[in-house]
């Protein structure tokens, strides 16, 4: 990625924002192209094919879910979506839509560095996203070949279904997923009165691999929307992102995910 710079559309009608995200991306080494409406982003994403899409959903003309739905059809491209917060639906119709993630509004440049950080990773993995054989994540080892977890070195029993769940969340990894998307990729059902399952599920697996299950720090809860995994372990020295040394334990502003009982 040092010789071949990221090219980053950012579709939003705010111009605040634009130059937020233009001075950020452009101090990263990303590349920047931009549009103030629909129109125009799908425009410049069939002519420029930018390695990732930012997109806000509330646009003037073309809404931003048209936005996706359209560059669905011809492009598995990373969309990033940007939306107000107590935008829960909203958020959801666009992540069923082919949105891969989003940002809740004001976000800072921490996030926005993760997330692009994961789009771009399941960019470069292609059409077939490389499967890592083993993750880690703090003292958490999933092995999906091995079918074997481990938690700080000790072995973690798990039950065929809270397995499945758990190695679905692994292959999205960083990523939001939706309550719709687990109750059809692990219970092959979007039945109603199923709709309490990845809840029940979730706080099952939290109680065998989360060191405090009441604080959960690798399967966080997002608000009204689903679960993100968090990213695996760097494997080695990584040149990321950002200035100084990250302290690894993230330490504030997650109050509001640890209420899930
Ligand atoms: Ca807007």
Redesign the pocket.
């Known amino acids: 990625m040092t010789t071949d710079k990221a090219l980053v559309l950012v579709i ?3 111009a605040p924002i634009r130059h937020f995200l233009r001075a950020f991306l452009e101090s990263q080494g990303f590349r920047f192209l931009e549009a103030q409406t629909g129109e125009e982003g799908l425009g410049l994403a069939a002519s420029h094919q930018p390695d990732v899409i930012l997109l ?1 959903l ?2 003037p003309g073309l809404d931003g879910l048209d936005v996706i739905r359209r560059i669905r059809q011809w492009t598995p491209t990373p969309i990033l979506v940007l939306s107000a917060r107590g935008k829960e639906k909203d958020k959801i119709d666009a992540l069923d839509a082919g949105a891969d993630d989003y940002l809740t509004k004001p976000f800072g440049v921490g996030e926005l560095a993760a997330r692009m950080r994961v789009a771009l990773r399941h960019t470069s993995g292609g059409a077939t996203e490389k499967p890592e054989p083993v993750f880690r994540v703090g003292g958490l080892v999933v092995d999906l070949a091995a079918r074997r977890v481990r938690l700080a070195g000790a072995e973690v029993h798990l039950t065929p279904i809270e397995f499945k769940l758990l190695a679905y969340l692994v292959r999205h990894a960083g990523k939001v997923v939706t309550h719709g998307q687990l109750l059809k990729e692990v219970w092959g059902s979007a039945r109603g009165d199923q709709a309490h399952y990845p809840r029940i599920y979730v706080h099952q697996l939290r109680h065998k691999i989360e060191p405090d299950p009441a604080r959960p720090r690798f399967l966080r809860t997002e608000t009204g929307i689903g679960y993100r995994l968090e990213e695996a372990d760097a494997p080695g020295p990584d040149p990321g992102p950002g200035p100084g040394p990250d302290p690894g334990v993230d330490s504030s502003g997650n109050s509001a995910q640890q209420s899930e009982k």
Do not use: K, N
């Open positions: 939003e009608d705010e806000d509330g646009l």
